[in-house]
């Protein structure tokens, strides 16, 4: 059950198709299992659409799942070793990894081509995968909490979004489970912790650079740099 989404501005920029890449892949990746957020992005479309029309000039297209898709295949080439350019295809290795075989589409699509997933140890329990969106001010990554694991506490330059994939985590404010969509802006601190029967994988963008507040921060600081892909 999905309890956290989207809010109407970021839907509205969504279905417009003005949405930076980074920020259109993970509010597409909710949309793939939320039917909810599905009808309000129609109803936005419907609602533009008839403005628009009002105002008798050509009604706004919204951006399809295959549009988007199309857009991030042209504009997110990564280099391969021999450095020959080439579209990201989901690998098969990810196939053995239970976290990552299912996937929304847009996602996968985000996978190296080598089945090489890089993953970084940002503390005991938290790991980090930068993944690559073809964006200059956004990073996209994956973060891995293993069960019962506390993410050191943080604060936020810029905004963060989140999409849980699997498991699920809580923080001061709530619970989050599979499919939920949450928004930190700056300023606000957080520290999320997983739940105990088992890991939790999420996807975050994050605008500017995560800022440590607790004691070991210092330590983790170059984990959490910002390497826009
Ligand atoms: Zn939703």
Redesign the pocket.
Known sequence: M?NH??DDNLLTEYASGSLANALGIIVCA??QN?P??RQRVEHLNKLGAAILKQSATEPVKAETFDQLMARIRSQSPVADVDGAVKVQQTHVSYEKDPMLKRLPKVIAKLLPSDGKLKWQRASGSLKIARLRAGQQQYEISFQRISCGGKVVEHDHRGLEVTLVLHGSFSDEDGIYSEGD?LVRTPGEVHRPTATQNQDCLCISVVEAPVKVTGLFGKFLNPFLSFHPA
């Open positions: 999905i989404h989207p909710h949309l939320c909810h957020c969509f």
